[in-house]
């Protein structure tokens, strides 16, 4: 089990790392990179099995970023991980760099490259059924957005890993329930959301996804029923732990000024 003091602080440096990244490249989608930071600490720390030392370790478990446009908050996860220097971060969305503004898989610890939004499930489908005829270890753990899932082929890649008893296989959705234009609600609602995949034959675990023990503990459960696969939806906050920031949509495509940087960054420091 991850340590949640330990986590906790990851996910407090992961969002300050965001902050100023996107900040300095006057980029965007600050507020679903805060809002998953908590998820990507607990599974980093201590949840997926991987090694920044061996990062191409074949029996490894994949973590696949479908929400590719969070990537300042995962490429800052990563280098908080080992996988490579904390000063590379900002390089972040420079003229040449691999730190793209959407997940490039150039970058040491991503496996893939994503951003279209909806492609994610099918990759994760692929690895977990690659490792099941290979009689390997490996999971595949996929951070989907919600707004993505207005997307018929993450419903098509539904069908499919029950079908084929992908047990290794959890996807993780992010629930800020904002996407690009508007609330999910307004745009396309999704409830019964949880009952959606449980008709679709998944194992279920919804979770505040702010507690990094209760991320942890549905983690852990994995696999909780034999021959099918989890989703973890998690329940968050778009802009989490940035007050101002907080459930506001004009945070998806907005960078903050000099002045909101600093506000924003005394306010994560000061999250417990």
């Known amino acids: 089990m991850p340590d949640i003091e330990q986590t906790k602080a990851k996910a407090r440096r992961i969002r300050e790392h965001a902050l100023r990244m996107v900040h300095r490249a006057n980029a965007s989608h600050i507020g679903t990179g805060l809002s998953m930071a908590d998820i990507l600490a607990v599974l980093y720390g201590g949840v997926a099995k991987v090694d920044a030392a061996n990062p191409r370790d074949p029996d490894r478990d994949r973590v696949v970023l479908s929400k590719g446009h969070g990537a300042a908050a995962f490429y800052a996860c990563l280098a908080e991980s080992g996988f490579f220097p904390v000063e590379r971060l900002a390089t972040f969305c420079e003229d040449g760099t691999a730190l793209a503004g959407h997940v490039s898989h150039h970058v040491p610890g991503v496996d893939f490259s994503t951003g279209s939004l909806g492609h994610g499930l099918s990759l994760g489908c692929g690895v977990a059924l690659g490792f099941k005829r290979d009689g390997r270890p490996g999971r595949a753990f996929v951070i989907l957005s919600d707004g993505e899932c207005d997307e018929g082929s993450i419903w098509e890649a539904a069908l499919f890993a029950p079908h084929h008893r992908l047990d290794n296989l959890v ?21 019964p959301f949880a009952d959606k995949w449980r008709a679709f034959n998944w194992h279920v675990e919804v979770v505040d996804g702010h507690d990094h023990a209760a991320l942890a503990q549905a983690f852990a459960a994995v696999p909780a029923v034999a021959g099918r696969p989890t989703v973890i939806l998690a329940d968050t906050v778009k802009g989490k732990g940035v007050s101002f920031m907080e459930d506001k949509l004009l945070w998806h495509y907005r960078s903050p000024s000099a002045e909101q940087l600093e506000a924003a960054i005394a306010e994560v420091r000061g999250t417990e």
Not at 172 to 181: C, L, R, T
């Open 171 to 191: 996807a993780v959705v992010d629930y800020n329930k904002i996407q690009s234009f508007g609330t999910v609600k307004e745009v396309l609602d999704l409830e």
